[in-house]
Structures are given as structure tokens and as C-alpha cells.
């Protein structure tokens, strides 16, 4: 069945960066442009970046232009978010699916901006 695993969340000062995976199994990954999304805590989950399936980056929300960048790697079925100068209004799951939300959700990964 399909599987998306999140990681590399975890609690940075503003200013920090992180560098977030998902590994997806379970479908022809290479099939399928790529996204990553947020859900900030009381609201509603964003896209926040999508990548096509050959590894261009298509669209970034303005909010995080010139800071995020979004890359994937085929071979190993995983699908990565680098995200510098985070800033507190970063903070948030991040999840990913195809640009579609086709899949069903996995658990996502925290990621907190504090100081």
C-alpha cells in the first residue's frame, strides 16, 4: 500500500534551517510530480512547494521563495525540502503527496521556529 514517511523536523531558532525527507513506496514514484505541504497549528494545510517528476522545481508559495528549496531523488524514491531562514511563522507539520494529494497522508514531521 502506499506510504509516505516524513522526517527531519525538529525545534530551530529563527534564522536556523532544516533539511526535510520523505521516502514514498508503494506507486511509481517517478509517475508523479511531487509536493510539499504545511498545516500551521489552527489552520489549514497549504502547498507549500511542488517539483515535477524529472526533479524541476514548478512553484513556490511567495512566502517562502528564495528560502525553501524542494529537490527529489528517482532512485531513492524520496523527495526532499531544504528550508533556511526559518522564520516563526514556518512553524507547522510538513507533509508530502503528489501535487494532487492524491495519497493518503502519513504522519508528517514537526517542525517548530523559536527563539
Known amino acids: 500500500q502506499v506510504q509516505l514517511v516524513e522526517s527531519g523536523g525538529g525545534l530551530v531558532h529563527p534564522g536556523g534551517s532544516l533539511r526535510l525527507s520523505c521516502v514514498a513506496s508503494?506507486?511509481?514514484?517517478?509517475?508523479?510530480?511531487m509536493s510539499w505541504y504545511r498545516q500551521a497549528p489552527g489552520k489549514g494545510r497549504e502547498l507549500v512547494a511542488t517539483i515535477t517528476r524529472y526533479g524541476v522545481e514548478l512553484d513556490y508559495i511567495d512566502s517562502v521563495k528564495g528560502r525553501f528549496t524542494i529537490s527529489r531523488a528517482n532512485a531513492k524514491n524520496t523527495v526532499y525540502l531544504q528550508a533556511n531562514s526559518l522564520k516563526p511563522e514556518d512553524t507547522g507539520v510538513y507533509y508530502c503527496?503528489?501535487?494532487?494529494?492524491?495519497?493518503?497522508w502519513g504522519q508528517g514531521t514537526q517542525v517548530t521556529v523559536s527563539s
Open positions: 503527496n503528489d501535487d494532487s494529494s492524491s495519497f493518503p
Open positions: 508503494g506507486f511509481t514514484f517517478i509517475s508523479y510530480r
